[in-house]
């Protein structure tokens, strides 16, 4: 029996990443193309689970087979200070850039028996500050002809602070020729809201990639060729029941895989019978991973918008979602956008709205039907009786 080869994990890079190969070989080449590339800024932005994560760590990957050097950071509290104190003096205490720096500087360095415990304090004794230090680790990688990236994830309003000084430092060194490359990543909502803020003119003119879907044929490849990879099969209606369920959400591809493989480990073949069973399993886990905090995390009125949009079978026209929440069609536009920042929903076509992940329709219409029946009214999906409280100054239809 061979390990299960799919990794439904967040920040987990997956067995086969697929269809990301033009934004990865895009960033390449930024490398490649010297100071003022611009692709040498990057931000990637997509819902929970479309693989803003593992497309950092494919970013990094790629420069390291250029022989950059690469730091990946979290855009938590501190952040600023942990590149200035910890990532970039680590940088030039290793042992290459330390022989390096014993040539240009003329300080000899203690390699001895325990090797080598160089601190690059002893000859800058300058505080460390984010731009002094990457001014320095700029200047000693351009010697090697190579250059520093560093990534960002989870980028959010709460560390505007920390950002602002991070783009100033960053626009600076881009003026300056400096070889030093970015990539960010954050949901689309907390990223607008970063990029909102006028003082961070490097961020806004980073190159900017929504992670949306994954083709049908990508799909395919990312659930057989791992499959495949590791000594089983998958049939071909199997393979296209699975493909088709994951809708080309990065997410499901792993879970879907993950628990289809898993029905018969032992077996050869994963059948239709296996992959219908994990499909099952992967929405349950779905739910739980994705919809319910994505959920929590709303307003009771952009809740409740998903709902009423959950009582059609595809596209909602905007018209009759306003009619079923008894709202104007300037306050029910003020809630599409607050949705399609959250990466929930999207516009279709004019006047048109529907579900990023059509999975999110039918968990809602499960839940609804629930606490409907909970509160004794199991027709809620039938008729609008969903109560909604429009916030002071209304917004309510005349
Ligand atoms: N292109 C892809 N092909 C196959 N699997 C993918 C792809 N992108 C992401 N995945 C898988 O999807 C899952 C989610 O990826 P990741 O953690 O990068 O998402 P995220 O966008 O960073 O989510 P969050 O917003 O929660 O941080 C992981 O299990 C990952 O392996
Ligand atoms: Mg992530």
């Not at 992967?282 to 994505?294: V, Y």
């Amino acid at each position: 029996m061979t390990r299960n080869p799919f990794s439904p994990t967040f920040g987990v890079s997956p067995p086969l990443l697929v269809g990301r190969d033009d934004l990865i070989g895009e960033f390449a080449s930024g490398l490649g193309d010297g100071p003022g590339s611009p692709s040498r800024a990057t931000l990637y932005t997509g819902a929970r689970g479309t693989g803003k994560t593992v497309i950092l760590n494919a970013v990094q990957e790629v420069a390291k087979e250029q022989a950059w050097l690469v730091i990946s950071e979290t855009a938590t509290p501190g952040f600023i200070t942990r590149l200035a104190t910890i990532h970039l003096p680590g940088i030039l205490s290793s042992q290459r850039v330390e022989r390096k720096m014993t040539r240009l500087t003329g300080v000899s360095l203690p390699f001895g028996a325990g090797g080598a415990t160089w601190d690059t304090t002893n000859v800058h004794p300058t505080p460390l500050t984010f731009r002094n230090q990457l001014e320095l680790v700029t200047d000693t990688l351009a010697e090697h002809g190579t250059g520093v990236l560093i990534t960002l994830d989870e980028l959010h309003y709460r560390q505007i602070d920390e950002l602002r000084e991070f783009g100033a430092t960053l626009q600076h060194a881009f003026r300056e020729e400096r070889e030093v490359a970015f990539a960010g990543a954050g949901l689309p909502s907390a990223v607008s809201a970063v990029l909102n803020d006028n003082v961070l003119t490097f961020l806004q003119r980073a190159d900017r990639y929504v992670l949306g879907p994954v083709d049908f044929a990508d799909v395919e490849r990312a659930i057989r060729e791992p499959i495949e990879a590791n000594g089983r099969t998958i049939a071909p209606a199997a393979l296209d029941e699975a493909a088709h369920a994951t809708g080309g959400y990065p997410f499901l591809i792993q879970l879907v895989g993950r628990y289809s493989w898993r029905q018969h480990p032992s077996e050869e073949e994963i059948t239709l019978a296996d992959v219908t069973m994990g499909v099952t399993e992967a929405r349950k886990r779905m739910g739980s991973l994705i919809f319910e905090p994505a959920l929590a995390d709303l307003s009771d009125i952009d809740r409740t918008f998903l709902t009423v949009m959950a009582q059609d079978d595809g596209p909602s026209r905007m018209s009759d979602i306003c009619v079923r929440l008894n709202v104007t069609a300037n306050f029910g536009s003020q809630y599409r956008l607050r949705l399609i920042e959250a990466g929930l929903i999207e516009g279709v076509r004019h006047g048109e709205v529907d579900f990023v992940q059509p999975l999110l329709r039918e968990y809602l219409r499960e839940h609804a039907i629930v606490s409907a029946l909970r509160s004794g009214n199991p027709k809620i999906l039938g008729e609008q009786t969903l109560t909604f409280k429009p916030p002071k100054g209304g917004g309510l239809r005349r």
